[in-house]
């Protein structure tokens, strides 16, 4: 039988939102070791790893980013330490454009032009 979130903070003398915080953490990394504030984030997407995503986007357009980085883990191509976050994986489908090009395609009655800087509008009826 675990302690519950409300007795930790009476213990400790800390807001319960500093334990749902730290706790938080834990269930998501692992760890309760902060994170980085300010500066760069070390780039966690290696280019096995974009090759990996691109991929499964490819094969499956309609697989979510989430659904992505499940795959990623289940398949063991990286950690839960190394795992792109969600809004990594959209930007680097994004950056691909996959992303674009799938969801409009989905969502089309295929009238679209591309403007001069290289952006795709659809025209719905």
């Not at 930790?8 to 990394?29: A, M, N, P, W």
């Not at 902060?34 to 309609?62: C, D, M, W, Y």
Request: with cysteine; glycine share 8%; proline share 5%.
């Amino acid at each position: 039988m675990g302690v519950r979130p409300c007795d930790i903070s009476r213990q400790l003398l800390v807001s319960h939102g500093c334990v749902s915080k730290i706790l938080t953490r834990f269930y998501e990394t692992g760890s309760i070791r902060p994170g980085s504030i300010g500066g760069s984030k070390t780039k966690v997407a290696t280019p096995t790893v974009v090759k990996k995503i691109l991929r499964f986007k490819q094969e499956n357009p309609g697989m979510f980013a989430w659904e992505i980085r499940d795959q990623l883990l289940s398949q063991k191509i990286c950690d839960p330490a190394s795992i792109p976050s969600v809004s990594s994986v959209n930007r680097i489908l994004r950056n691909s454009g996959i992303w674009c090009d799938a969801d409009l395609a989905s969502n089309s009655s295929g009238n679209f032009h591309r403007t001069s800087d290289g952006l795709r509008i659809v025209h719905y009826r």
